[in-house]
């Protein structure tokens, strides 16, 4: 079996897609954003529970590809218990680093690198983006549903 880095990347995507980390609806959230990726038929709901400035539960609901699925678990689990700043950070350097603009560097988007491939493919850019984009209109207070078109 060939445990090279890529297929230590695929197998982890693929874990988070089969078993997604927080899928579910958080009845008590006090944000929550629907986003939408027409071109893939991803469409997913991130909730966002406030306690103060603290992120205290971070979920989402919805169906998508393999990719929006893997990516919104990695990020209910990279944003919860992380301050709303923090949080607006994290989300900053993932949307960096899919629009080719930057590495991850924060040793809590690790996981992230395993996503890294999609790079390559544009139009996977937006499946592996959109929760993220989703969670941060929810930052910003902002119910509108997000698009990547």
Known sequence: MND???N???KRVLE???EPRNRRRAVDADRQVVGFNPLCGDKLTVYITLNEDELADVAFEGTGCAISIASASMMTEVLAGADAETARQLVTEVEKMFAGN???T??????LKSLGSVKQYPSRIKC?????RAAANALQDKSEQVTTE
């Open 128 to 132: 592996a983006t959109l929760a993220w």
């Open 4 to 6: 090279s880095p890529l």
């Open 102 to 104: 930057g590495e991850l």
């Open 8 to 10: 230590l990347y695929r």
């Open 106 to 111: 924060d040793p809590r988007l690790e996981e």
């Open 16 to 18: 988070h897609h089969r």
